[in-house]
């Protein structure tokens, strides 16, 4: 069914208007969205946009505010007990972070955004270059790495 939202439930790790926003795009595509809260976040307008939400640093965790966010041990168990089949990271805390794009992969939650592989590969903006020229895509041109600052007055003097 071309209708059928591609998961029933979402597990946004993310917070603010960044989680407001995908949760509203889960909603859109018909499936429920799942919060994820700091006890410092407990009446933010994130944690009141999902279906359920869930609490990452209860009393005694020793999570701080930021690190609950952060923490993917706990963010997987999250998506693991609220059932969903998939986490948005959003963008910046968990979106580029290998680590935990891997562990959704090991733990059969689909995660939304790149592979562990590719945000490995392109983590590096020199070796990502490296691979476009290597595929005979156009880049802008610029330098090798340089190794030290006459190199690098070396390549201005002569760009």
Same mark, same amino acid.
């Given at each position: 069914?071309?209708?059928?939202?591609?998961?029933?439930?979402?597990?946004?790790?993310? %917070?603010?208007?960044?989680?407001? %926003?995908?949760?509203?795009? *889960?909603?859109?595509?018909?499936?429920?969205?799942?919060?994820?809260? @700091?006890?410092?976040?407990?009446?933010?307008?994130?944690?009141?946009?999902?279906?359920?939400?869930?609490?990452? $640093?209860?009393?005694?965790?020793?999570?701080?505010?930021?690190?609950?966010?952060?923490? *993917?041990?706990?963010?997987?168990?999250?998506?693991?007990?609220?059932?969903?089949?998939? *986490?948005?990271?959003?963008?910046?805390?968990?979106?580029?972070?290998?680590?935990?794009?891997?562990?959704?992969?090991? $733990?059969?939650?689909?995660?939304?955004?790149?592979?562990?592989?590719?945000?490995?590969?392109?983590? @590096?903006?020199?070796?990502? %270059?490296?691979?476009? &020229?290597?595929?005979?895509?156009?880049? *802008?041109?610029? @330098?090798?790495?340089?190794?030290? &600052?006459?190199?690098? &007055?070396?390549?201005?003097?002569?760009?």
């Amino acid at each position: 069914d071309p209708n059928k939202p591609p998961f029933e439930r979402v597990l946004v790790a993310n %917070r603010g208007e960044i989680a407001t %926003r995908v949760a509203r795009a *889960i909603h859109e595509l018909g499936a429920e969205a799942i919060t994820i809260y @700091s006890q410092e976040d407990a009446y933010a307008k994130h944690r009141r946009e999902g279906d359920r939400s869930y609490l990452l $640093n209860p009393e005694g965790s020793g999570l701080s505010p930021v690190g609950a966010y952060l923490d *993917i041990p706990t963010i997987i168990k999250a998506a693991k007990e609220t059932g969903a089949q998939a *986490i948005h990271p959003g963008y910046g805390f968990l979106s580029e972070n290998t680590e935990f794009a891997q562990a959704c992969e090991d $733990n059969g939650i689909q995660f939304i955004g790149p592979t562990p592989k590719t945000i490995s590969e392109f983590g @590096s903006k020199t070796d990502a %270059r490296a691979m476009a &020229v290597a595929a005979g895509l156009p880049v *802008i041109p610029g @330098s090798d790495p340089v190794e030290d &600052v006459d190199a690098a &007055v070396k390549f201005a003097e002569e760009a």
